[in-house]
C-alpha cells in the first residue's frame, strides 16, 4: 500500500521527466517574455512512439504506445534491447478555448485524477507509469493492459454464446473487490465502474482502470450531487441514486459490481434501460425507465426493508412507477402470490424471487458442469450485492469474506478463502488482443479533431458489431 | 521518507531533512520574511475571493510543499506574488467553490498596490483614501496575468508532483477537545486562531508535523491562555503525540507573535517586494 509519505518521492520520480521543461519556462521569463504555455522539453512524441489508438470518451483520448528509449540494463550484451514496454497514454482534451468558455487552467477533473493516481498504489488499479505536462495538455501514461471486461465478454458471445468459465468469474470478481476495497478504505469512491474500466492484463491480473470521476467522500463539504450532476454510467446506476440520493455512498459502487458480476454471467447487462436525456431546463430527470428495468427483476423496493426510501427525492416518481403497472397482468405490485413462497433463498434481497429465477435462468443457459458452477453461493453473493438499502448492501470488505469465495477444491488450501490472482489460470481460451486503429495517431497538443466519441464507447455494448 | 502507519486520509506527506537543509542553503537573507509575508498575501487574497478558512490553509500548504520539493532555479520563473496567486487559483479550483482567473488577478493587483491594507506592502499603512486608479487592471494586464497565472500552475502541479491531497488539524482539534471534555466556544476560537497562525509560521509546521500533533499542541497552547484546565495526566499520549513533539510545537506556537513583532520591526518603513 502506498503511504503519503512516499508522496513527495513519487514526486521526484515523476519530476524526472518534467525537469528539463522547468528550465526552458524559466529561461523564457528571463528574457521577460511569457510563453502562453507551458514548455516542457520531454515532449510525449519524443519519448513515445504512439502505436495506435485506443479509444475516446468526453475527457480525451487514449493511445496505445511503446517507450522509445527504455533504460535497458547496461550489464546486458550488446544488442539484447530491454524488451519494449508498453503503455497506455491517456490525453486529457484540453479544455475548450473560445466558444464563451475561456480555458481556465488545467481541468478540475484532470487535477483530481492525478492527484488520486499519484497517491494510490494497489496492484488491482491501473498503474500510473508518469505524467507528462505538454502545453495546454495533460497526458497521464498508464501500465498497458491488453484486456478490458467489455472486450472479454464481448469475446465469449462470438461467434456463438460461451459462458465465461466460474473460476475466471471468482478471480475476476475477487481482484475487483480488492480493489475496490483498497479504494473506499482511503476515502475513494469510482463512481464509474463498468466493465469498459475493469482492465485484465495478459497475465490475468485485473486493474480497476479511469479513476476521473473517482472522489473523496470523506469530508463532502457540499453534496456531492450538486459537483457534478450525473455519475455513473445509466445501466450499471444504483437505485439510491435513481431515486435522487444527494450524498452518496461507496454503496453506489458495490451496486456497480453486482452489474458486472451479472454481466459476466449472462454476457449481456442485466438492467439494461434507456436514459433519459436531460431536457432543456438542465434539470435531472427522474431515469424513470432504468428503474424499471431493476424493478422487473428485483421486484419494488420496499419501506420495510429500506428505511430511508420514503424520504428520496424521487420517491414520488417511484409511486407513479407502480400505478403504471398495477395494471398490467402479473404486475409486481402487489406482489404476486408465488414470490411469497421464496423459502430461504434472497438472502438480504428484497424480492429475491425474481433475481432467483433470472439467475437460475442464467445458469441454466450456461450449463456449467455441476462442480464449476457459480453456485448457490453466487447467487447469495449477487442478491446482497442488489440489496436495494444502500447501508443494508454488502460492502467490499464483507464481500472479500463471502463464502462464494471459500475454497473447495482438494488442497492445502481447501476451506480458506482462497483465490487465484490470474483470472486465467488453467485456461485454454486464448483472448484477442485489443484492437487499436492506427488511422488517428497524431497525439499531438493541437486540437482535437472530432472529440465526440469513436472507437470503444464508454457506455454502450450495442456498437461492438461496428468494432468488428 | 518514513512510512506513515497512520490512517491515510488524516495524514500528509512530509518533509525530509535533506530538503529542509536544501531549502535553507538555497534562500537568500530575507528567505524568512518573503516566504512569511507570502502566507500572509495568500491568507488575505483568500480572504477577499471569500474562500473558505481549509481552502486557504490547503493553498498555503501546497506553496509551502512546493518550496521544499522543487528545485531553486524552479523557483525563479515566478515572482512569489505569481506563486501565491496559482497556489489559491489551484486550491480553489479543486474546491467546490472555483473562482475566476480575473477574480485572482484583481485580488492579487488590489492586494500589492499602493492600496494595499497589507503592511509590507504599504509600511505606512493603507491611504485613507485609495485611488481606484492604483489597482486598476487593463485588458492587457489581465491577459498577460491570466496567462502567466496558467504557466505557474502548471508550474506548482509538476513541482509537487501532482500530488494536491491536504489534511488538516481543524475538525481533528475540535474533536479532541470533545473528547477532552473543555469543548467551549472560547476555546475553539483560539485553538482556530493558532492553527491560522500557525500556517504563515516560516517553519513549514504542517511539512514537519501530521494535522493530529498540530491539533494537539494547538489546544495545549490555547487551553493555557484561555485558562482553562485541562486533565492532569499526559493527555497527549492518548492522541499518539510524545512530549518532545508537542514541546516543538507549543514553542512553534507560542513564538509566533515574537516572530510576526520582530518582522514588523524588521521591516519598519521598506516595502518587501513580492513581485
Known amino acids: 500500500m502506498s503511504r503519503p509519505g512516499t508522496s513527495l518521492s513519487i514526486a521526484q520520480q515523476l519530476r524526472k521527466t518534467t525537469q528539463l521543461g522547468l528550465e526552458e519556462a524559466a529561461r523564457s521569463l528571463d528574457k521577460k517574455h511569457v510563453g502562453n504555455n507551458y514548455t516542457s522539453k520531454v515532449k510525449i512524441g519524443q519519448k513515445y512512439n504512439i502505436i495506435g489508438f485506443i479509444s475516446s470518451g468526453t475527457y480525451g483520448r487514449v493511445y496505445k504506445a511503446v517507450e522509445k528509449n527504455p533504460r535497458s540494463d547496461p550489464s546486458s550484451p550488446v544488442g539484447s534491447a530491454a524488451p519494449k514496454e508498453l503503455y497506455a497514454i491517456k490525453k486529457f482534451k484540453p479544455e475548450k478555448e473560445g466558444d464563451n468558455v475561456q480555458y481556465t487552467g488545467l481541468s478540475q477533473s484532470a487535477i483530481r485524477e492525478m492527484s488520486l493516481c499519484t497517491e494510490l498504489s494497489h496492484p488491482n488499479l491501473v498503474h500510473l507509469a508518469e505524467i507528462v505536462l505538454e502545453d495546454k495538455c495533460v497526458f497521464m501514461v498508464f501500465e498497458y493492459c491488453e484486456h478490458d471486461l467489455l472486450q472479454i465478454i464481448h469475446h465469449h458471445t462470438q461467434p456463438t454464446r460461451r459462458p465465461i468459465p466460474a473460476t475466471m468469474i471468482k478471480s475476476i470478481l475477487f481482484q475487483l473487490l480488492n480493489g475496490l476495497y483498497y479504494l473506499h478504505q482511503n476515502w475513494v469512491i469510482h463512481r464509474d465502474l463498468k466493465p469498459a474500466n475493469i482492465m485484465v492484463t495478459s497475465s490475468g491480473h485485473v486493474r480497476i482502470g479511469d479513476l476521473g470521476l473517482a472522489r473523496l467522500f470523506h469530508k463532502p463539504l457540499s453534496s456531492l450531487y450538486s459537483g457534478d450532476k450525473v455519475v455513473v454510467t445509466i445501466w450499471y446506476r444504483s437505485p439510491d441514486l435513481l431515486l435522487g440520493a444527494r450524498h452518496y455512498t461507496p454503496a453506489i459502487d458495490m451496486w456497480a459490481v453486482g452489474c458486472i458480476f ?19 431546463k438542465k434539470t435531472v430527470p427522474f431515469q424513470r425507465n432504468q428503474m424499471g428495468k431493476i424493478v422487473e427483476i428485483l421486484g419494488l423496493p420496499r419501506r420495510e426493508n429500506w428505511k430511508g426510501l420514503a424520504d428520496m427525492p424521487e420517491y414520488p416518481q417511484l409511486q407513479s412507477l407502480v400505478v403504471s403497472r398495477s395494471g398490467m397482468p402479473g404486475g409486481l405490485y402487489p406482489n404476486p402470490p408465488t414470490s411469497m413462497n421464496r423459502g430461504g433463498s434472497g438472502g438480504g434481497a428484497n424480492n429475491g424471487s425474481g433475481l432467483e429465477t433470472w439467475y437460475n435462468n442464467c445458469l441454466r443457459h450456461a450449463s456449467y458442469p455441476p462442480d464449476k458452477s457459480p453456485g448457490q453461493r453466487g447467487f447469495q453473493l449477487l442478491s446482497e450485492l442488489f440489496e436495494y438499502d444502500p447501508d443494508k448492501r454488502l460492502t467490499a470488505e464483507r464481500a472479500l469474506h463471502h463464502e462464494y469465495f471459500r475454497n473447495t477444491d482438494e488442497g492445502p488450501h481447501k476451506g480458506e478463502i482462497w483465490v487465484s490472482n490470474n483470472c486465467f489460470e488453467g485456461l485454454d481460451e486464448v483472448y484477442p488482443h485489443r484492437r487499436v486503429s492506427t488511422e488517428t495517431n497524431d497525439i499531438g497538443t493541437g486540437s482535437l479533431p472530432g472529440t465526440k466519441r469513436g472507437g470503444l464507447p464508454d457506455d454502450s455494448l450495442l456498437p461492438a458489431a461496428k468494432r468488428r | 521518507m518514513a512510512p506513515i502507519s497512520s490512517v ?11 530538503q529542509l537543509l536544501d531549502l535553507k542553503n538555497s534562500e537568500r537573507d530575507n528567505g524568512l520574511s518573503v516566504r512569511f509575508a507570502q502566507a500572509q498575501l495568500t491568507s488575505a487574497a483568500g480572504i477577499l475571493l471569500r474562500l473558505p478558512q481549509e481552502v486557504i490553509a490547503q493553498a498555503i500548504v501546497l506553496l509551502q510543499r512546493f518550496w521544499v520539493s522543487s528545485r531553486p532555479e524552479d523557483r525563479e520563473g515566478f515572482s512569489p506574488k505569481t506563486f501565491s496567486a496559482a497556489t489559491i487559483y ?6 467546490a467553490t472555483p473562482v475566476a482567473p480575473r477574480s485572482v488577478v484583481n485580488v492579487y493587483a488590489y492586494l500589492t498596490s499602493k492600496a494595499s491594507p497589507l503592511l509590507f506592502v504599504n509600511p505606512q499603512g493603507a491611504p485613507t483614501d485609495p485611488d481606484p486608479a492604483d489597482y486598476y487592471v487593463s485588458e492587457g494586464t489581465y491577459e498577460r496575468e491570466r496567462q502567466r497565472l496558467f504557466v505557474c500552475e502548471s508550474v506548482v502541479l509538476v513541482g509537487i508532483g501532482f500530488d494536491t491531497r491536504v489534511a488538516l488539524p481543524y475538525s481533528l482539534a475540535l474533536t479532541y477537545i470533545q473528547v477532552l471534555g473543555v469543548s467551549s466556544a472560547s476555546l475553539a476560537r483560539r485553538v482556530f486562531e493558532h492553527l491560522n497562525a500557525g500556517l504563515l509560521s516560516p517553519q513549514l509546521l504542517h511539512l514537519t508535523h501530521q494535522p493530529h500533533a498540530l491539533a494537539v499542541a494547538a489546544i495545549y497552547v490555547a487551553a493555557r491562555e484561555t485558562g482553562i484546565k485541562l486533565v492532569e495526566q499526559n493527555w497527549w499520549e492518548v492522541f ?11 514553542l512553534a506556537y507560542g513564538s509566533l507573535a515574537n516572530f510576526a513583532e520582530a518582522e514588523a520591526k524588521k521591516w519598519k518603513g521598506i516595502a518587501l517586494s513580492l513581485d
Open chain 1, 262 to 280: 451479472a454481466e459476466l454471467l449472462s454476457l449481456r447487462p442485466i438492467f439494461k434501460g434507456e436514459e433519459t436525456k436531460m431536457d432543456s
Open chain 2, 240 to 250: 499518539d503525540v510524545d512530549r518532545e513533539d508537542l514541546g516543538f510545537l507549543v
Open chain 2, 90 to 95: 489551484l486550491a480553489a479550483k479543486l474546491s
Open chain 2, 8 to 18: 491515510e486520509y488524516l495524514s500528509n506527506p512530509l518533509v525530509t531533512s535533506n
